[in-house]
């Protein structure tokens, strides 16, 4: 089993539509939880920390279940430009323990 | 602009040859990382370096070696490449001597792209 594992998609959404990224992690001793955005042949970068109270930047949403092991991320009235892959990330003390799910992909059509 | 600067951007080489992919970093960030990424198989952690001077093995650093001689700097070298060594290459860094969560935030280079013939 993966250390972290998400749906690959592709998930292929109209502009204005909610949609919804899962994620779950192996090791309970995990710390702190990311979402990262990579655009296409670009680095990946910081879309938001995750919180166990959950928290959210404007359209996006994040949530935690320590308990279930379980990360989400939900975007609200989707944009073109959010067409992009969401890595799910999962660390542990000290980032060289950082592990990176292999990404989600989405696509926002007109 | 401070970030990490990564070279070079692409190269194609022939198996069997020496390559260093350089990497830079101008935030003073203690810890350093290299990362490569592959279709369906996500970013896998190759090297890491917590302070100058000290480096460790990430999950797949068999073919690869690093150094630490500052903070600044931390280059990866291929001794004598193969053509599964083909992948994009991200080095990255983070202040993990911070406190909470922000000691685990990664921030990437442009990436290299290495192809091996």
């Known amino acids: 089993r993966k250390e972290v594992e998400q749906d690959p998609g592709p998930f292929n959404v109209p502009e204005g539509a909610t949609v919804a990224f899962n994620c779950t992690y192996s090791?309970?001793?995990?710390?702190?939880f990311f979402w990262y955005r990579q655009d296409c042949r670009k680095e990946p970068k910081l879309l938001m920390s995750v919180y166990s109270s959950g928290n959210e930047d404007g359209r996006f949403t994040a949530q935690l279940n320590r308990a279930s092991q379980y990360i989400s991320l939900l975007i609200r009235d989707s944009k073109l430009s959010d067409s992009a892959t969401y890595l799910c990330v999962v660390a542990g003390t000290g980032g060289f323990k950082t592990i990176f799910g292999a990404g989600t992909r989405l696509f926002v059509k007109a | 602009i401070a970030g990490i600067t990564q070279a070079p951007t692409s190269q194609i080489l022939a198996a069997g040859r020496r390559m260093t992919l350089r990497c830079t970093q101008d935030?003073?960030?203690?810890?350093m990382y290299w990362y490569r990424q592959d279709l369906g198989l996500g970013l896998r952690l190759i090297h890491y370096?917590?302070?100058?001077?000290?480096?460790g093995k990430g999950e797949v650093p068999d073919g690869y070696s690093v150094s630490r001689a500052n903070t600044d700097d931390f280059p990866l070298t291929l001794a004598s490449a193969v053509p599964s060594q083909t992948s994009v290459y991200f080095c990255?860094?983070?202040?993990?001597?911070?406190?909470?969560?922000?000691?685990?935030?990664?921030?990437f280079g442009a990436g290299s792209r290495l192809t091996v013939l």
């Open positions: 370096s917590n302070t100058a001077g000290t480096t």
């Open positions: 935030m003073r960030h203690n810890a």
């Open positions: 990255a860094s983070s202040d993990s001597l911070a406190g909470g969560p922000g000691a685990n935030v990664l921030t």
């Open positions: 090791n309970s001793a995990s710390q702190s």
